[in-house]
């Protein structure tokens, strides 16, 4: 596979000039993407493209809060980098980069580190959650990853963020830090970005339990359908999928008590673009030897093709390096002035 090489005069091209709304979002490259992942997030990240000036990370950094195997994380960069673009992100509409390779965000991060306060951080839930009862144990890194995904974000002064449920704190706290560095240096340098809400996101539960989320952690493959996954081998995910012995409802109270239901009929109308209450109207009374079927022939025609071209792309290595190289100059070019500008403010540098 082979592309005009780009030049430096495209690092920002005039579309992205002429947008005055800046996206910022990331992934962490930490095993195979799933369809939760593409139903919740990337498929709306490439509707977001044509509306906004978007900056997509893979971000590294985050990945090694925890251990990682080096050799293993250089893998995942490239394969989610693979599957955002064999997904539908246009690295030549948004920029793609990876996090490691603009130091910005470090630097950031630490002037704000230096602005945050241990009161904030010890509110962020999340860092109790993964940290759980081996707390005295989990890294700095950990704790502090919110305050490099507000370095993440203000780097490039980004105005919306995609965020789950699970983010939102970490959103606030942004927007806190935003405030506070304003307030401290009496300049109006950083926006409070605001939350970018597209429609309802797809909330994808486990293949084999109805009750949790998709999760790429899970030790069994059949809990999830992965992006990388073949047509045979989505195929049997869905066959094998858990279910119950009694027919579809025709009304969604019929869903109430029946978590495994629920989710193939909400998996069903994500790929579809229908409501849950059309889905029923279509295939109310029918059992999931019907229904399984349907979904089959719906899951295979939207993800295949993803894997499909995952896979053509990975063969290629040079060119995802090529991508995440002409990625990372777009973004230094954008985050530079931006810390330069910082670093007058603080002190470091002359006016």
Known sequence: MS????????????????????????????????????????RNWVAQQNDFDCIYCVVDLH???VPQDPQALRTSIREVTACLIAS???????????????PQHAELAWIFNCVARLGWLNRMTQFKEKAGKNRENATVGL???????????????????????????HLE?????????NS???ADIFPLPEPQIQGVAARVMSLRDGSSKMSKSD??????????????EIAQKIKKAKTDPEPLPSEMAGLDDRPEARNLVGIYAALSGATNAEILSEFGGQGFGIFKPA??????SQIAPISEKMNRLLDDRAEIDRILKKGTEQARARAEPVLAEVKKIVGFLPE
């Open 3 to 42: 592309q005009t090489q780009s030049s430096s005069a495209d690092i920002t091209s005039p579309a992205q000039t002429e947008r005055k709304n800046v996206i910022f979002s990331g992934v962490q490259p930490t095993g195979n993407l799933h369809l939760g992942n593409y139903l919740g997030a990337i």
């Open 63 to 65: 990945a090694i809060t």
């Open 88 to 102: 539908g992100i246009d690295p030549d509409q948004a920029v793609l980069f990876n996090q490691s390779s603009v």
């Open 143 to 169: 704790y502090s990853y919110p305050t490099l995904m507000a370095a993440d974000i203000l780097a490039y002064k980004a105005t919306h963020v995609p965020v789950g449920e699970d983010q939102k704190q």
């Open 173 to 181: 706290l942004t927007r806190d830090i935003a405030a506070a560095f």
């Open 184 to 186: 401290m240096y009496g």
């Open 219 to 232: 030790p069994s493959d059949y809990t999830r359908i992965n992006l990388t996954d073949s047509a045979d």
């Open 295 to 300: 979904l089959v022939e719906l899951a295979v």
